[in-house]
């Protein structure tokens, strides 16, 4: 590591003024479970999100949206084709885009996938579990798309990932890990009940997208993206029952948000 300044809770703050000051559009290709709700959080923190998976389309509408999230919940054979084309496209226009490796590592179909776009397609960020980071380093994967190692474990080889292929590698868990192999934040926020809900861990990814396109440093989008959902996710608990109503709660939330009160909030270290 190197001695590069930390980012700090305002630093978020900053970015979630840039967000709502310039409302980017978000390009998602992501999984048929999670495609509503990640684009109600978008919806909800001030990004327009765009559902465009089909390989007509997706390379053409990549090229002119703010960000692309590519999320490998539910693959199937045109959506794969409409992933390649729309991260091409990306690259090609300077358009920032986001890896979610859903289940790499536990699928070998996918985790091909995973590989093929991590190499050829160059992601701003690159947004997993543990065990789906280590996958993508060699190692076996998780149980489907639940994790068995923990974000701490999974730290060399995420460092080791963005720095070979010029990166953000964010690991979520209870203790969020991020690096762009020289830095490292640690973000300590968040609830239980995220993982209760379904689409969590793609809405991060699409809320990650969402501040790649309106600040230049992808440590900071991966940071301020895990932030905003991990203190939403805090306050909407408080008023919830269990986690039906933390749902409804947390879209409340991040529509709420204001950047005082995330950078109040932010556990940064």
Do not use: K
Request: negative net charge; charged residues 15%.
């Amino acid at each position: 590591m190197t001695a590069a300044p930390a980012l700090s809770a305002r630093d978020c703050a900053a970015a979630l003024v840039a967000l709502r000051d310039r409302p980017p559009l978000v390009h998602c290709l992501t999984n048929i479970v999670a495609a509503q709700w990640t684009a109600n959080v978008l919806l909800a923190v001030g990004a327009a999100p765009a559902m465009v998976d089909n390989p007509t389309e997706a390379g053409p509408f990549a090229a002119v949206a703010g960000a692309v999230l590519v999320n490998l919940g539910t693959p199937y054979a045109d959506t794969t084709e409409a992933m390649h084309l729309a991260t091409a496209a990306a690259r090609a226009a300077g358009t920032p885009w986001v890896l979610d490796p859903v289940a790499a590592g536990a699928l070998a179909w996918r985790t091909e996938i995973a590989m093929r776009l991590l190499v050829e397609g160059s992601p701003a960020v690159v947004r997993g579990n543990a065990s789906e980071i280590l996958a993508l380093a060699g190692g076996t994967g998780g149980r489907g798309v639940e994790a068995v190692d923990t974000a701490e474990t999974a730290l060399p080889a995420a460092v080791e990932l963005a720095a070979a292929h010029a990166t953000v590698v964010a690991v979520s868990g209870p203790v969020d890990h991020l690096t762009d192999g020289h830095r490292v934040v640690r973000l300590t926020n968040g609830h239980p009940w995220l993982t209760r809900v379904t689409g969590g861990g793609c809405a991060l990814g699409a809320l990650i997208a969402a501040y790649v396109a309106v600040v230049d440093d992808p440590l900071l989008a991966a940071a301020a993206g895990t932030a905003t959902l991990t203190v939403a996710a805090e306050t909407a608990a408080l008023r919830s029952r269990g986690p039906g109503s933390f749902a409804v709660a947390l879209l409340d939330d991040l529509a709420a948000l204001t950047p005082d009160a995330l950078a109040a909030a932010t556990a940064v270290s």
